[in-house]
């Protein structure tokens, strides 16, 4: 069982930058993978970026180009979601996730969710 809480949402203004944390508590494994996801009102999920939870391997959701970078600290327990030069649709509830399919941009295969935080981004 592992237990994620997000946190680090807000109200920006476009081009600022934002940093999300997800703190990761319970057992992880070797295969444990850590996602961010995003929704946003009428879309489906979308898959932001993931890192493995062994290994720090990152991977990014088509739309992300560059803007994003998701990072691990095993130290502190937590992985960020640094988000630069925010754009107005950008605006969703980012999501962090768990599971045990690394390299997955399926939410599906993501096994534990966190509440969620909202990020706005302003015009």
């Known amino acids: 069982q592992v237990q994620v809480v997000e946190s680090g949402g807000g109200l920006v203004q476009a081009g600022v930058s934002l940093r999300l944390s997800c703190e990761v508590s319970?057992?992880?494994?070797?295969?444990?993978?850590v996602g961010w996801f995003r929704q946003s009102p009428g879309n489906e999920r979308e898959f932001v970026a993931g890192?493995?939870?062994?290994?720090?391997?990152?991977y990014y959701g088509d739309f992300v180009k560059g803007r994003f970078t998701i990072s691990r600290d095993t130290t502190k327990n937590t992985v960020s979601l640094q988000m630069n030069n925010l754009q107005t649709e950008d605006t969703a509830v980012y999501y962090c996730?768990?599971?045990?399919?690394?390299?997955?941009?399926?939410?599906?295969?993501?096994?534990?969710w966190g509440q969620g935080t909202q990020v706005t981004v302003s015009s």
């Open positions: 996730a768990a599971g045990s399919s690394k390299f997955s941009r399926v939410a599906g295969e993501y096994d534990f």
């Open positions: 890192i493995t939870w062994s290994g720090g391997y990152r």
């Open positions: 319970g057992r992880t494994f070797s295969n444990t993978a």
